[in-house]
Every structure is written in C-alpha cells, then in structure tokens.
C-alpha cells in the first residue's frame, strides 16, 4: 500500500515505511539531486505535512529539533553532480510510423477511430514516399547515434512487406554514418503469419503484444471486426512469437486499465503464465474519475507488493512503469520532458504526414510537417522544457515525471500546457510506490 504519511521540507519529501518488525523507518526523497536516503524520526518530525493526493507544498514551520532542522537544511542545498541534466535539444531520434491505418480488430477503446484508420481512407503506407522521409531525419544524425523506428497502426502486421521494406533501406543507409537502428512494433499478434516471423528473425524487434487480460476480458474489450472474440488468436500468435524468442530484442504484454477493466491484478497474474520479457498497465487515457484511479493506484500497488513477493527487483522491473524510475534513479538521470514529442520525436501517418504525438494523428491543426518539409515555427513551440512550459517547477516528483503528458493535459483540461490534476496524482503515486520498493532493493 502507498505511505499515507507524506512530509516535505522544500526539495526534500518523506514517508514513513512500517518494517517487518512493526517498527517504523523514514524514507526521504531529494527531488533535486534524485538521492533516495534513510533520516531521522526527529528529522521527519521537522517537515510539514502534504496531501498524497495534491502533493501541495506546505508551509516551513519553525524548527522544533535545532539539530535535525539544520541536517535537513544542509541536505537540501546540497547539489548532486552526478545527477545529468535532462535537457533534449532538438533533432529527430525517434520515428513512429503508423505503417497501416486499417485493423482486424475493432477495440472498445480505440484512440484510431475504433477501426485503425483515424477516419482516413488511406490504409497503408506509401514506401516510395516514406524511405526518402526516413533518409533526411538519418542523415541530420551525428555519427554514433541510434535512431528509434516504432511500426504501428491500426495493425501493422497486415502489411509486413512495408516493415521490412523499411527495415532494409534503414540499416543500409545508417551503416554508411555509423548510425545504429532500433526497431519496435506493436501489435495485437493475431496475425503472426509466418511471413511475420521470417522477417522478425531478421529484425532484432521488439515486440508488444497489445492484450487486456484471459479470455473474459479480452474477448470483450479486444473483439474482431465482425464481432467474434480474438483472444485465442493473440494467445496462438504469442506462441509462435516464443518460437522465435531468441532473435527478438525483447517481447512484452501491454494492457489498458478503464471503466470496463478494472481488476488488472488478475490480468498481471494471467500474462505471468505467458511468460513476457515485461508488462504494463496504461490508465486509460480518456478516463477522468477519481474513484476509477483511487482503484488503478491501489492495484498497482498490490501489483508491485505481489511482485515483489515473486523475485525481488528482478521481477518488480519486469512492470514496466517500475522498471522506468530505477533506471532513471540508478543512472541519477533528470527528465524535463515526459516525452521527446516535437524535439526528439515526431510520428508520421499513412499520407507521410508527420505530427508530434501518435495520438493527435487526423488532426489537421497538429500537423507540423510533410514529406521532407518540417513547419519550424510550430516546432519552435516544443522546444523548451515540458517542466516549464507546464509549470512544473516545484513539483516534487517532477525529474521523474518530466511535465506529464500534453495529449492527457488537453483531453482534460482543454491545454497542453494545463496540467490534468488526475494524471498528475497518478503519476506522483506510481513514483511513491517505485521509491519505496528502490530503497528496499538498494539496501538488501
């Protein structure tokens, strides 16, 4: 369960852990320095006293213990060196290609339309017209660097030819600049034919498997177009992508949390059987019910605790959310952006035109480029910190966070840059929850 005590004394947040022993222990979080430590009873006993739920910053009170005031004072204006900036400069790293805007499935929850297509009649990709997009953004690398190619659609699957198509010409023009690519897909694995695997045993992808639960829940939130359950067809499609688990880069399950799927702990239990390489639970992005997150928190907790009781960190960091806040607390790794969405990262649709979030795809007013043409004055609106541009800067949790999500911001509040107070809460929890398990796993 989460800390319901939460303290701060300016950059510095507590909370008090009951130990095995009953007896309690005070874990304190640098937001600055992103320094994870173990203080005092008297030092907690000098903070102030915020809502787990606002994360609203409190008032300084007047020191009560002269000696663990100044310990906290002294660690508070103390600067972590090590801990890197997280700054993005503009250049494009990372590209998702929605391959196909068509789908055989046609999900409950569907951000393309609730067929894959975002309401367009173009269906797939052109490869003459989307090779000489992708051998522009190449050649503006620096040698050395990778460049990131996420396949999605709709289905992306249905038309395999195109990956691969791209894949080749990619890795080709990269070797000449010393370029690495990285490929990713994700798909609902109903249609792994074995064309798909041929292709993927060349590839080094990674795989997510989009999947909600077992067949109770799957079959109603993931049916086919024509209405039939589509269940045993991903199951039979994650067996043969097993079959060729040593030449993916990794395989992952990805399932959605919302008004009609709300027990992801039996879900979490479910794809432990199918063995993935990790999982993860996404908030529906259109929900806005506090009662709905209070249950999404609470189970992500027990997901973790559950975890936790399995393998330790080793199968804590297999939850993916999890996983993302200890690498960023081992490698003392700040974020200011919750994504690189219009300095690092554009998404280009099935007309080859490019947009800055996979998301707003089919909205003519968030195009910001075509073809090899990049609208600089609406990307010039991207490039300062998200941190910043959403008013983020005393935010406890805000170099684990980064801003949050503009998509999330918008759908909610009516601005990207107006913060959605449930994403918000959401997110400072499931980093509450990753502090408390990253202290356990680093004093073990």
């Known amino acids: 369960m989460l800390p319901m005590k939460l303290k701060r004394y300016q950059d510095i947040i507590a909370f008090e852990e009951l130990q095995s022993n009953s007896q309690p222990r005070y874990i304190a979080f640098h937001a600055n320095n992103l320094e994870i430590a173990e203080i005092s009873a008297e030092a907690f006993q000098e903070m102030s006293a915020i809502d787990v739920r606002t994360g609203e910053i409190p008032q300084d009170t007047l020191p009560k213990d002269a000696e663990a005031f100044e310990q906290l004072q002294t660690w508070n204006s103390e600067v972590n060196h090590e801990a890197r900036q997280g700054k993005i400069n503009f250049g494009i790293r990372s590209l998702t290609i929605n391959v ?197 928190i609470d189970q992500m907790s027990q997901i973790a605790g559950l975890a936790w009781q ?30 690189g969405a219009g300095k690092s990262f554009l998404m280009m649709d099935a007309k080859n035109q490019l947009y800055t979030c996979p998301w707003v795809v089919g909205d003519p007013d968030e195009v910001v480029g075509q073809g090899l043409t990049l609208n600089m004055e609406k990307l010039e609106k991207y490039q300062k910190p998200l941190i910043t541009l959403n008013n983020c800067q005393t935010c406890w949790a805000r170099y684990l966070c980064g801003g949050g999500c503009m998509y999330i911001h918008k759908a909610h509040t009516g601005s990207k840059h107006t913060k959605d107070n449930l994403f918000c809460e959401r997110t400072r929890s499931l980093i509450l929850t990753a502090l408390l398990y990253y202290i356990k796993a680093r004093a073990a």
């Open 310 to 339: 399995k393998g330790e960190e080793t199968a804590l960091r297999k939850i993916k959310t999890f996983d993302h806040y200890f690498t960023l607390l081992d490698n003392q790794q700040k974020i200011e952006n919750h994504c």
């Open 100 to 296: 196909t805007q068509v789908c055989n499935l046609k999900c409950t929850y569907c951000a393309a339309g609730g067929d894959g297509t975002y309401g367009d009649p173009v269906t797939r990709i052109s490869i003459e017209k989307t090779l000489p997009q992708l051998k522009y953004f190449i050649e503006a690398l620096p040698a050395g660097r990778k460049f990131t190619i996420s396949f999605v659609g709709g289905e992306p699957l249905l038309y395999p030819e195109g990956i691969k198509a791209i894949y080749d010409y990619v890795t080709e023009i990269a070797a000449h600049k010393n370029i690495q690519p990285v490929f990713s897909v994700t798909t609902n694995a109903t249609v792994i034919t074995d064309k798909v695997l041929d292709i993927f045993k060349k590839i080094n992808i990674h795989v997510t498997v989009s999947l909600d639960g077992d067949k109770n829940v799957n079959d109603v939130l993931r049916p086919t177009r024509s209405g039939t359950g589509s269940t045993e067809m991903t199951l039979d499609g994650l067996k043969k992508l097993h079959s060729i688990k040593n030449h993916l880069g990794s395989l992952g399950i990805s399932g959605v949390f919302n008004e009609a799927h709300q027990n992801i702990i039996d879900s979490y239990r479910f794809f432990l059987t199918l063995d993935p390489d990790w999982v993860e639970f996404n908030f529906a992005y259109s929900q806005n019910n506090q009662d709905l997150q209070a249950k999404y």
